[in-house]
């Protein structure tokens, strides 16, 4: 018997269950900056803080709660100094790297 799975009936998938430790946490920012879309390394942040924990965060980067919650909400563009102060909140950092170009 084939039975329909109607979409708002799945549960809402949230990826801050899934950061456990550091290595994941690493792993998750690297893949979400390697996709180049700011507003998803934002939504990322944001992720990664509720799974440390907001008002720790908060703290730690010198922003109200409301303000985190503000700046790293999905489709956001924070300023790049919110940015820094909530990746050394998190105890993480950005890192550049070169393009690999394959010249045809």
Same mark, same amino acid.
């Given at each position: 018997m084939n039975e329909t799975i109607r979409v708002q009936d799945l549960p809402e998938?949230?990826?801050a269950e899934?950061?456990?430790?550091?290595? +994941?946490? +690493?792993?998750?920012?690297t893949m979400v900056m390697e996709d180049g879309d700011p507003?998803?390394?934002a939504a990322a942040l944001?992720?990664?803080?509720?799974?440390?924990?907001?008002a720790e965060i908060s703290s730690k980067a010198g922003?109200?709660?409301?303000?985190?919650?503000? +700046?790293?909400?999905p489709?956001?563009?924070?300023?790049?100094?919110?940015?820094?102060?909530v990746c050394g909140a998190l105890g993480?950092?950005?890192?550049?790297?070169p393009i690999d170009r394959i010249e045809a």
């Open positions: 998938f949230d990826m899934y950061l456990e430790d550091d290595s +994941a946490i +690493a792993e998750y920012l507003a998803l390394l944001g992720d990664i803080a509720r799974a440390r924990g907001m922003l109200t709660r409301e303000a985190l919650y503000k +700046a790293l909400r489709g956001s563009y924070p300023r790049f100094d919110t940015i820094q102060k993480v950092r950005l890192k550049a790297e």
